[in-house]
């Protein structure tokens, strides 16, 4: 696949270092299962990130990787739609890693903040290894290998996409100059016919000498539509915008993913760290138990004590999970006493319970049998590998590493 049509695929992983919950669930997997549909996904597990931080105690990810592939799975990520796959058994990405590190300027990842800030908030590890300051590197090796136009990320993690982009224009630079790039160029803009070549040369002159994003983008969309340029030229002309050499590893965008206004038991923002999390497939009977032992707004001590939403956990779940009436149900009774405090909690878990109904049922076919996902990581592992080593053997070739 060409660096421009793949422009169009999304990438991304996660790491294996626990169960998942349900803001897992409203922030990540739902953007994913929606992105399936959309575009060319690949989705992975991070084994080998997750050993960056867990290398002395490896056992969590052991257990955690297939956990969460049928959490994936529960979620409604279809495997028929994306590319499911284990990162260490796509051994490729290590190898793009370490020809990626001759070219990255140490500065350049002692200065990602996440590495300060990391080994900061995990002072109780030691995280001054070599394979903890390459984090980021092999998050580029993962992003470039597949030559991913879009990553859904979370914010925490865009400082990683912006060095995968560096990597990449550095990549480029350094071995995308063909010998005679610029006469190539030239003849495969002709190639394109006489209206083609003069809209992209304009478009072309646009960007480089205004900076005009659009023509850059149109450019882009333009070269796509090309039926008798080869994918050579494609590439050859889609470097050519920006006035470098041919694009081996194309620049990826960060897709923010939106914010997960899912909160905790406690209000707080749902999170691990925090324990106030409920698990993606959750027992009913336990979602009840951990709703029904909720704090609630403590002002409200007697059953004919008037509360105040604002001041409780249970109305940010409301906030999730109900429609305007309950909502004004809530709002009235609470302040009124006219409510309950376990009344007022019904709702919320009759709609937990609901929700997670479908995640339960796919998650059942998966739970007793296996095989059946490890027969969908195996072809999904396959699939990558074959992506993967078209990239590898075009890195190799432009490093200079064909002969055999
Ligand atoms: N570092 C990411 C995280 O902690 C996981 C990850 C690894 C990833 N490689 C990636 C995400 C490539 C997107 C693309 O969440
Ligand atoms: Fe919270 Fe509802 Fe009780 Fe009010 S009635 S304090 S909103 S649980």
Redesign the pocket.
Known sequence: MSSVESQQRV?????PTGKLHLGHYHGVLKNWVKLQHEFECFF?V?D??ALTTNYDDPSMIEESVWDMVIDWLAAGVNPGSATLFI?SRVPEHAELHLLLSMITPLGWLERVPTYKDQQEKLREKDLATYGFLG??L???A??LMYR?GR????A??VS??EI?REVARRFNHLYGREPGFEEQAEAAIVKMGKKNAKLYRSLKRRYQEEGDLEALDTARALLKEQQNISLGDSERLYGYIEGGGKVILPEPQALLTPDSKMPGLDGQKMSKSYGNTIGLREEPDSVAQKIRTMQTDPQRVRRTDPGEPEKCPVWGLHQVYSDKDTQEWVQIGCRSAGIGCLDCKKPVIDAIVEEQRPLHERAREYEGNPDLVRSIIDEGCEQARDAARDTLDEVRAAMGLRYR
């Open positions: 990438l991304s992983g996660m790491r992975f991070a080998w990130h990162q984090y980021p092999l998050q580029s993962d992003i991913a990553v859904p990320v979370g925490d993690q990683h996409v995968t």
